[in-house]
């Protein structure tokens, strides 16, 4: 069937195997292809448009030397259909914010390595920040990769197998959870959880 191999990319069709005996045989058959294909993943995942806006979550994060650089922000804000002038007000208002947080804390600097605690420092001010809070949400949301590469060996493929395929998704996040956990759903008790059901439905 197919549709199985729709998620993947498949160079030959299945069933039938070309025998490589040379050493030239490996390089024109299976070494240059792969060298191709991870070039070309290269320049799709970092093409320019895409670095820009890495280049911005990047300068939202506290500890990057491009911190609050507007220069940096301004392409991802640009992205995101930002109002550029209310956020370079909002980084400026952000830089003397975060000076005045340092001296208030009696000189020592504040412990803020994430951009997630960045978040929360701007939230009580979050009506009066109002684009840059945005994109420091987006900062936090946004996946810092596509996931399509780790999807042939993720837990996902090993629950949701041909068998399990037309199961309800509360059925699935309930198998994630346990498969996620494996140490703690082991170190359960069998017998416990079998009174625990029979109770529950008598």
Do not use: W
Not at 116 to 138: C, G, M, S, T
Not at 169 to 183: F, H, M, Q
């Amino acid at each position: 069937d197919n549709r199985r191999f729709r998620d993947f990319v498949t160079t030959a069709t299945t069933g039938r195997r070309q025998v490589l005996h040379t050493k030239d045989d490996f390089r024109i058959s299976l070494f240059i292809p792969v060298l191709d294909r991870m070039s070309s993943e290269l320049q799709r995942r970092f093409a320019e448009d895409t670095c820009s806006i890495y280049h911005g979550v990047s300068a939202l994060h506290p500890e990057s030397k491009q911190f609050l650089d507007e220069e940096k922000i301004s392409a991802m804000a640009t992205h995101y259909q930002v109002d550029l002038p209310d956020l370079s007000a909002e980084l400026h208002t952000a830089k003397r914010l975060l000076q005045r947080k340092k001296i208030s804390l009696d000189g020592s600097e504040t412990a803020m390595d994430s951009t997630i605690q960045f978040l929360k420092l701007l939230e009580p001010y979050r009506d009066a920040l109002y684009e840059l809070y945005r994109l420091v949400v987006i900062a936090c949301t946004l996946p810092a990769t596509s996931a399509g590469c780790e999807r042939s060996f993720s837990k996902l493929k090993l629950i949701k197998t041909y068998l399990r395929n037309r199961m309800n998704d509360n059925r699935l996040s309930n198998l994630a959870i346990i498969s996620l956990n494996t140490e703690r759903a082991m170190a359960l008790s069998l017998d416990n959880v079998v009174d625990t059901f029979a109770q529950m439905h008598n």
